[in-house]
Nanobody
Framework: QVQLVESGGGLVQAGGSLRLSCAAS????????MGWYRQAPGKQRELVAS???????NHADSVKGRFTISRDNAKNTVYLQMNSLKPEDTAVYYC????????WGQGTQVTVSS
């Protein structure tokens, strides 16, 4: 059974930091491209950042210089370090694993107060 379990969300003031984690089980983690997506109320889900099995990263323009995606294949975990948070970063953040199949986590709420 495949599971992607996000953690690390919460309430933070603008300018603060959070680190999201997504622990994967039931997949050969090292072969998957991992991504973080977010969905704010009334908006479409959007890509925040992704990292390939080889470690190549891609970050949305809106988070470049503030967020960093990384992975630890030994721990089957992908991270999203979020610095200089803004109220517009408020959303539910989802983890996604893509390779031969496509899996999503349940999401973790991030709320940034002004």
């Amino acid at each position: 059974q495949v599971q992607l379990v996000e953690s690390g969300g919460g309430l933070v003031q603008a300018g603060g930091s959070l680190r999201l984690s997504c622990a994967a089980s039931g997949i050969i983690f090292s072969t998957y491209t991992m991504g973080w997506y977010r969905q704010a109320p009334g908006k479409q889900r959007e890509l925040v950042a992704s990292i390939t099995s080889g470690g190549s990263t891609n970050h949305a323009d809106s988070v470049k210089g503030r967020f960093t995606i990384s992975r630890d294949n030994a721990k089957n975990t992908v991270y999203l370090q979020m610095n200089s948070l803004k109220p517009e970063d408020t959303a539910v953040y989802y983890c996604r694993a893509v390779w031969s199949r496509d899996y999503w986590g349940q999401g973790t709420q991030v709320t940034v107060s002004s």
